[in-house]
């Protein structure tokens, strides 16, 4: 079966940076989306960014040009550089593939 296993969140101060990483099984990686999904308390879950099979990325306008989605299909790993980081950047994050399998997700807590 599919399984997504993310790492990577924890606790950061404003202006910091935080890696996360997703190991994907089950699936032929190198043909999938990849996405990172967040979720904060009380909000919908939403789309943060995405890479397509070909390389393509995407990213919602409150993160560009501080977050970077990056896939290495040798390792079927997709991972989310977030750097210059927000409060409002708190949030459960997590990894999806092909808009249909989730990952458990992993929280990022931006506060000093």
């Known amino acids: 079966q599919v399984q997504l296993v993310e790492s990577g969140g924890g606790l950061v101060q404003p202006g910091g940076s935080l890696r996360l990483s997703c190991a994907a099984s089950?699936?032929?990686?190198?043909?999938?989306?990849m996405a990172w999904y967040r979720q904060a308390p009380g909000k919908q879950r939403e789309v943060v960014a995405f890479?397509?099979?070909?390389?393509?990325?995407n990213y919602a306008d409150s993160v560009k040009g501080r977050f970077t989605i990056s896939r290495d299909n040798a390792k079927n790993t997709v991972s989310l550089q977030m750097n210059s980081l927000k409060p409002e950047d708190t949030a459960v994050y997590y990894c999806?593939?092909?808009?249909?399998?989730w990952g458990q997700g992993t929280q990022v807590t931006v506060s000093s």
């Open positions: 999806n593939a092909e808009w249909s399998h």
């Open positions: 890479i397509t099979s070909g390389g393509t990325r």
């Open positions: 089950g699936i032929k990686f190198s043909s999938n989306t």
